[in-house]
Nanobody
Framework: QVRLVESGGGLVQAGDSLRLSCAGPGLPPGTYAMGWFRQAPGKEREFVAGSSWNGESTLYADSVKGRFTMSTGIAKNTVKLQMNGLKPEDTAVYYC???????????????WGQGTQVTVSS
């Protein structure tokens, strides 16, 4: 059974930083890639960042580029999302996701975590 578990959300003020973590799906290395998505109230879920299986290639949404950094753990089955310079519009439930395949991508994710709330106050 594929299971993704996020942690690290919380309530912060604008300009602060947070780091989210996700324990990966436990599939064989090189067969999956991971990403982060978010969903704000009343909005559709949107792509935030996606990385290749080994972390050598990462894609970012324009809205977070330069502020957020996705990294892959040494064991290749954990990922983190370092979020700096947080803004109120970053408030959302953040989801860790995994997709079959080894390359970074904005689409094609079929496995999802339960989500962790990030709230940024102004």
């Amino acid at each position: 059974q594929v299971r993704l578990v996020e942690s690290g959300g919380g309530l912060v003020q604008a300009g602060d930083s947070l780091r989210l973590s996700c324990a990966g799906p436990g599939l064989p290395p090189g067969t999956y890639a991971m990403g982060w998505f978010r969903q704000a109230p009343g909005k559709e879920r949107e792509f935030v960042a996606g990385s290749s299986w080994n972390g050598e290639s990462t894609l970012y949404a324009d809205s977070v580029k330069g502020r957020f950094t996705m990294s892959t753990g040494i064991a290749k089955n954990t990922v983190k999302l370092q979020m700096n310079g947080l803004k109120p519009e970053d408030t959302a439930v953040y989801y860790c996701a995994a997709r079959l395949g080894s390359s970074a991508s904005r689409i094609g994710y079929g496995y999802w975590g339960q989500g962790t709330q990030v709230t940024v106050s102004s």
